[in-house]
Nanobody, 116 residues
Framework: QVQLVESGGGLVQAGGSLRLSCAAS????????MGWYRQAPGKQRELVAT???????NYAYSVKGRSTISRDNAKNTVYLRMNSLKPEDTAVYYC??????????WGQGTQVTVSS
């Protein structure tokens, strides 16, 4: 069973920064794509950023240029650094692991609240 544990969320003022972490309890981490998603109240879950096993990254337009996704395969951990945070970034942030068999595993989420 794959477990993903997010951390690093919290309350931050607009213009501030956060780094989210997601630790995976699996030794298959290195071969899998990882992603960060978010869900604001009353809205559907949306993609924030993804990173492949080889390090290719993809970002949602809304966060491109002010966010960086990275991974540390030795620590089975993926990170999301977000700068210049806006109130509209307020959401629960989830990480997702996608296996080579296209099975998805989700973390429990971490709340990010950006005050104006």
């Amino acid at each position: 069973q794959v477990q993903l544990v997010e951390s690093g969320g919290g309350l931050v003022q607009a213009g501030g920064s956060l780094r989210l972490s997601c630790a995976a309890s699996t030794n298959i981490f290195n071969n899998n794509a990882m992603g960060w998603y978010r869900q604001a109240p009353g809205k559907q879950r949306e993609l924030v950023a993804t990173i492949t096993s080889s390090g290719w990254t993809n970002y949602a337009y809304s966060v491109k240029g002010r966010s960086t996704i990275s991974r540390d395969n030795a620590k089975n951990t993926v990170y999301l650094r977000m700068n210049s945070l806006k109130p509209e970034d307020t959401a629960v942030y989830y990480c997702k692991l996608t296996t080579i068999w296209n099975t998805d595993y989700w973390g429990q989420g971490t709340q990010v609240t950006v005050s104006s």
